[in-house]
């Protein structure tokens, strides 16, 4: 029994290390995909962030400038626009549809501002700025950036505060507690 017991407790841990090294082995290539993949979607956010803030300048353009023509404005917020929608049609595979969708859509109506009765204007003024600055968190949050913070902030524990931190703090107190 001892003659047998030997060999099958070689040959249990010759399998053993075989399925060990193999588990071991795609955990470290799924480690390493993982990381180029995370680097491709954040790049990609980047440059969504970077076109979402290039769209707002032209659309801030287009709410403010009484030089222009209601046509101009929206060929002006037209360009963001397709813009945005070009670049996330070619980026879907790190983009997530829907907040891909909700960039595309960002900006559309913003060319009607400028002309909108003064009643009205403020409040699509207050939607369009809910939005946008609702569509920069969610960029942050799918991007993996916010909960990078969240871990830094964890290790680090900075104090950061001045007047004006302290303020914008207040500020978003108070636009919380309307909610």
Known sequence: M????????????????????????????????????FEKRLGSYEKLLELINQGS???????????LTTEERHDLVSSAVTSIAEFVDSYTLYINEELGANCVALFMGTEDIHDAAEPQKAELLK????????????????????????LFHTINRPKITSPVIERIRELRAERARRK
Do not use: C, H, W
């Open 57 to 67: 300048k032209l659309a801030t353009e287009a709410i403010e400038s009484p030089d």
């Open 2 to 37: 001892f003659d047998i017991g030997g060999p099958l407790i070689g040959i249990a841990g010759v399998v053993i290390g075989i399925a060990l090294n193999e588990y071991l082995r795609r955990g470290r290539r799924s480690e390493e995909y993982s990381s180029v993949i």
């Open 127 to 150: 939607t369009y700025y809910e939005m946008r600055a609702e569509t920069l968190r969610m960029i942050r949050e799918d991007s993996g950036v916010a909960q990078i913070e969240k």
